[in-house]
């Protein structure tokens, strides 16, 4: 049967599918050298390919690109964390959902030091505008932690801060970032207050997590969790899940003891400096 347009394309040609296959080829590549705490530049993905780098042009128009393309791939990853970890509860008890992706998303980064520091640390990708974070998946990540958590306050309901109450900078500043959609989440409809406490829950959770994958907490006290729980107990009081936070405690409990045990962080040494030769 002779195709129609539209099935004829919807079908990849061989040269797309060879496309497509080096673009995959090219990100497995460069996680690989983020796992083994290499440096990341076009030149080294295309060496170990076994390309030169100007044939590696012919895909990723240089540094910047490479670093979107492998951050869209990653923050999949760390999104199908996250939702596996959801799944696990039920669907009608979000605050449990919350307490195990939270746990998820800690595990995530300090199994993946590397690849967490390439999509939350890395100054091209913070500096991006929302078109480059929605292509990277930055938005699928944010509106994940958004969704759980406004189920969180349907079925809580905890106090939020009237427009009133907050500060007139903050209150000035999130209405701005919500109507040119600068947000990486936030609430249509729902108190401003809202978007301001999932913000500094945000905070406390990034904060934290950031703090243990660098390495800038003993090594002992990244290993027990015990810093990361209090985190959530912040987060917990602040939100109040009443009768419901001691079986939520317990499951932070065991989901830490589950998380598997990791060695503190190399030094970077000179790193980042090697990178930046590498960009030129």
């Known amino acids: 049967m002779t195709p129609t347009v539209d099935s004829a394309a919807a079908v990849p040609t061989r040269r797309e599918r060879q496309r497509q296959a080096t673009y995959d080829e090219i990100i497995d ?9 290499e440096t990341l530049s076009v030149r080294g993905v295309a060496t170990e390919m076994g390309l030169t780098p100007p044939a590696l042009y012919r895909y990723v128009d240089g540094y910047d690109e490479l ?19 959801r799944d696990g509860m039920a669907d009608d008890d979000p605050a449990a959902q919350l307490v195990a992706s939270s746990v998820a998303f800690r595990g995530w980064a ?14 091209v990708l913070s500096t991006a505008d929302q078109a480059v974070k929605t292509v990277t998946g930055e938005q699928a990540f944010a509106r994940f932690y958004g969704e759980i958590y406004e189920r969180v306050f349907d079925r809580y309901r905890f106090a939020v801060p009237t427009d009133e109450d907050l500060d007139p900078g ?16 936030d609430f249509p409809g729902r108190p401003l207050g809202l978007t301001w406490v999932f913000m500094r829950a945000w905070s ?20 027990s969790g015990a810093m990361f729980a209090a985190m959530i107990d912040d987060n917990a009081a602040e939100i109040g899940l009443g009768n419901d936070w001691p079986r939520l405690r317990r499951l932070v409990e065991q989901r830490l003891a589950a998380t598997p045990a990791v060695a503190p962080p190399e030094p970077s040494g000179s790193r980042a400096a090697a990178a930046e030769r590498e960009k030129r």
């Open 67 to 85: 670093l979107l393309i492998v951050a869209r791939a990653v923050f999949l990853d760390v999104v199908t964390t996250l939702e596996a970890a």
């Open 29 to 37: 590549v460069a996680r690989r050298l983020l796992g083994r705490q």
């Open 170 to 185: 903050v209150a000035e500043g999130l209405r701005a970032a919500c109507a040119a959609s600068e947000l990486p989440c």
């Open 110 to 123: 300090l199994t993946h030091r590397e690849e967490f520091g390439l999509i939350f640390t890395n100054p």
């Open 204 to 223: 406390r959770l990034y904060g934290m997590v950031t703090l243990e994958v660098f390495g800038h907490l003993h090594p002992g006290m990244v290993a």
